[in-house]
T-cell receptor, first 114, second 111 residues
Framework: GAVVSQHPSRVICKSGTSVKIECRSL??????MFWYRQFPKKSLMLMATSNEGSKATYEQGVEKDKFLINHASLTLSTLTVTSAHPEDSSFYIC??????????FGDGTRLSIL | GENVEQHPSTLSVQEGDSAVIKCTYS??????FPWYKQELGKGPQLIIDIRSNVGEKKDQRIAVTLNKTAKHFSLHITETQPEDSAVYFC??????????FGAGTRLFVKA
C-alpha cells in the first residue's frame, strides 16, 4: 500500500531554534501534501495544503512566516517551524495524496520545545 | 463549508461484540468518505473508504455504509478484538478539495 515517511519522529530542542520536518511519499507521486497539527485527544487540525511547485495555502490563523512549507518535488514536502517556542510543542502530521486518490499519513513528529 | 460530526466520542465494547461509529456531513457535494484508525503515537491509517456511488462496502470485519439522502455514514466493526482499540476518524471530501475530519471516536475493546 501507499507509504508516507515522516522524519524525525521526535524532536526536543531549545526555544528560539528552528526545526525542519520532512515528509516523503515513498511509492507514489504526491501532487498534494497536507500538514496537520494534533493536540492531545483532539482531531487533526489542518495547517496548510501544498501542491508541488507552488506556494502552500495556509488555513486561517496559521502564520505562514512561522510555519514554512516547501513542496519542491512530487515526493517531498518540508515543514519548518521557525523560532520555535514552547507553545509550538505539538504532534505534527503530514499526509500525501496523488490526484483524487486517498490521502495517506505519515507517523507524525512529536515536537517538544523547552 | 463542510462540517463533519462524529459520535460517540468514546465507545467501550467487550471483545467479540460489534462496534458502530456514526458520522454526519453537511455538504451535499461530498462524494468521498474515508475512515482512519490512529493508534497511540502514530499517524492515522486508512482502513476503509466509500464513494458516493456506493451504499455499502465491506472488508473482512469492517464495513461502511452511506446514506446520501440523510448525509449519514457509519463504520461497523464486527467480532472486535483488543487490537481494534484505537481512535477512529471519519472524514468527508468533495471532489479534489480538502478532507474534513470528524472529532474522533476512542474505541476500547475489553478482553
Amino acid at each position: 500500500g501507499a507509504v508516507v515517511s515522516q522524519h524525525p519522529s521526535r524532536v526536543i530542542c531549545k526555544s528560539g531554534t528552528s526545526v525542519k520536518i520532512e515528509c516523503r511519499s515513498l511509492d507514489f507521486q504526491a501532487t498534494t501534501m497536507f500538514w496537520y497539527r494534533q493536540f492531545p485527544k483532539k482531531s487533526l487540525m489542518l495547517m496548510a495544503t501544498s501542491n508541488e511547485g507552488s506556494k502552500a495555502t495556509y488555513e486561517q490563523g496559521v502564520e505562514k512566516d512561522k510555519f514554512l512549507i516547501n513542496h519542491a518535488s512530487l515526493t517531498l514536502s518540508t515543514l519548518t517551524v521557525t523560532s520555535a517556542h514552547p507553545e509550538d510543542s505539538s504532534f505534527y502530521i503530514c499526509s500525501a495524496r496523488q490526484a483524487d486518490q486517498p490521502q495517506h499519513f505519515g507517523d507524525g513528529t512529536r515536537l517538544s520545545i523547552l | 463549508g463542510e462540517n463533519v460530526e462524529q459520535h460517540p466520542s468514546t465507545l467501550s465494547v467487550q471483545e467479540g461484540d460489534s462496534a458502530v461509529i456514526k458520522c454526519t456531513y453537511s455538504d451535499s457535494a461530498s462524494n468521498y468518505f474515508p475512515w482512519y484508525k490512529q493508534e497511540l503515537g502514530k499517524g492515522p491509517q486508512l482502513i476503509i473508504d466509500i464513494r458516493s456511488n456506493v451504499g455499502e462496502k465491506k472488508d473482512q470485519r469492517i464495513a461502511v455504509t452511506l446514506n446520501k439522502t440523510a448525509k449519514h455514514f457509519s463504520l461497523h466493526i464486527t467480532e472486535t478484538q483488543p487490537e481494534d482499540s484505537a481512535v477512529y476518524f471519519c472524514a468527508a471530501q468533495a471532489g479534489g478539495f480538502k478532507t474534513i475530519f470528524g472529532a474522533g471516536t476512542r474505541l476500547f475493546v475489553k478482553a
